[in-house]
């Protein structure tokens, strides 16, 4: 009898240790989001008097969680026409208002995975311009821009994250595709190599 | 390095990882997937795969719609000719082998960190 109360209990400190480090591992998640900036959750949409522009912004999914800005971060923007390059996606960029004005990270612009009439860019920015402020680890923003080189009538809806769920291009293979090659991993290795053989 | 295969490579994180994040390095941010694998693999497309399993989710999702979503996805990039004639019975397999814990395929070799 002294024995199984003595278990019973082990066995409920366990558990209260367990529940302990999970409220531990939450809460520290919770608060490496800081608090939003009064402007940054904000639907940016462009003044009155610069209706005529050729961009404007809007928050299309309710704001959870704020993002950022301390360190470099990767945005996710898809939905970009094939014609465009990297030159134009930073020239529509730069007329969110607003404005984004110097770009200091990196553009990466590859075709679509699910999509032959699209690209996806990745865009590394180490300080956030206030547009990416407002995208929290679970939001996509939509920029409806001007297509490049048409009518003020022609505009794209752009689609920026950082959550990259579903499929995300990392490269421009030449070539076709013939075979997919899926590997999970339960944690992230040095290096891997995958046999095609 | 491969020169004569077309393939994809899908990398999927583990449960609470991110796509992006968990394949880069927090010192130099460089991400492996997109800027070392490229060059030992040239005719190989190489995507990343994201699904939402942290733990402060709201989501209701489970490991089977994870897995039903990713083949979903992968059938949707499958976009050339050949790629559409085969079945996709290979990739579905590993990928539930892999979300439920079991070994990964033999023809993955890990290697040693350079």
Redesign the interface.
């Given at each position: 009898m002294t024995l199984s109360s003595l278990l019973l209990g082990i066995l409920v400190l366990l558990c209260c240790a367990i529940l302990a480090l999970?409220l531990l591992?939450?809460s520290g998640?919770?608060s490496t989001h800081q608090a939003p900036p009064a402007n940054a959750t904000q639907n940016i949409a462009l003044p009155p008097s610069e209706q005529g522009s050729s961009c404007s912004a809007v928050q299309s999914l309710p704001s959870t969680h704020s993002a950022s800005n301390l360190g470099?971060k990767?945005f996710?923007i898809t939905n970009i026409p094939p014609e465009w390059s990297k030159d134009d996606l930073v020239e529509s960029l730069r007329e969110i208002q607003p404005p984004v004005g110097h770009f200091d990270g990196l553009v990466?612009l590859y075709p679509a995975?699910?999509d032959?009439t699209s690209q996806t860019a990745?865009l590394?920015l180490k300080t956030f311009p206030e547009f990416f402020q407002g995208i929290g680890?679970?939001d996509t923003k939509h920029l409806k821009v001007q297509c490049r080189g048409q009518s003020l009538d022609e505009t794209v809806l752009l689609s920026v994250d950082s959550?990259?769920?579903?499929?995300?291009?990392?490269?421009k293979?030449?070539?076709?595709?013939?075979?997919?090659?899926?590997?999970?991993?339960?944690?992230?290795?040095?290096?891997?190599?995958?046999?095609?053989? | 390095m491969l020169t004569s295969c077309n393939h994809s490579i899908v990398a999927v994180t583990g449960l609470a990882g991110h796509a992006y994040g968990s394949w880069r390095n927090r010192g130099s941010r460089q991400m492996w997937l997109q800027d070392f694998l490229p060059q030992d693999f040239n005719n190989v497309r190489i995507m990343s795969y994201g699904y939402n399993s942290s733990l402060d989710s709201d989501s209701n999702t489970g490991l089977l719609d994870f897995r039903r979503h990713l083949v979903q996805q992968l059938e949707n990039a499958r976009s050339s000719n050949e790629v559409c004639e085969l079945p996709l019975k290979n990739s579905t397999t590993q990928v539930t082998e892999n979300i439920e814990g079991k070994k990964p395929p033999l023809n993955i070799h890990w290697a040693q960190p350079r």
């Open positions: 999970q591992i939450i998640r919770i470099p990767c996710r990466s995975c699910c032959t990745l590394n680890p679970d959550h990259f769920y579903d499929l995300t291009p990392l490269n293979p030449e070539g076709e595709i013939v075979a997919e090659l899926v590997y999970s991993f339960a944690m992230v290795p040095d290096w891997i190599y995958a046999d095609v053989l | -």
